[in-house]
């Protein structure tokens, strides 16, 4: 289990935040808005209003301890740099800051930022790369980073089990229903095996599950 800070819960944050949380991961959730952080309070470990401009708060809240910081902050990209400049300052091991333009972005690596990541711009590549996918025929994106698709079951696997194909060991995938038909088989266990035009509901890193999806049917 790692430890998540995120700073700023628009549509962008509040994702990453309630997602890592799933994953079973410590998040600490924080922002100005007292109404976001009441909307997030029951889906993060600690949710915190405070004003993440301020060192000092940055410091009560013991943000240099986290594994990685999320500068989610979208709309002030002058609050967004100062606060990646902050806690790069403070030692953070890992910063990864949000960026709205490939300017804003530019900066960001400049002042030290660990990632820099562009939302708006990657869910368009998503789209796009799932449109042109062999085997993808669902996608719900939970995060710049995780995924839940339906995919067909590339030809290679039928006949084998879920422990064969060993999609978790292997590739960090974890299958959470397999379509048959018109019946659904909720969290199928290992010695499941998969059968011709079965649709497996998986959940993984978007680029894992794309090398599902690039299989031949």
Known sequence: MKTFAVIGLGRFGSSVATTLYRLGHEVLAVDS????VEDIIENVTHAVQADAKDEHTLRELGIR???VVVVAIGQDMQTNILVTVML??????KVVSKARTELHGKVLQRIGADRVVFPERDMGERVARALVSKNIMEQINLSPDYSIAELMAPQSYVGKTLQELAFRKELGVTILAIRRDNDIIISPGAKTEIKPNDV????GRYEKLEEIGDKEL
């Open 200 to 203: 497996l509901v998986a959940i």
């Open 88 to 93: 790069k300052d403070m030692g953070v091991k």
């Open 33 to 36: 808005d007292a109404k976001k």
């Open 65 to 67: 301890n986290f594994d």
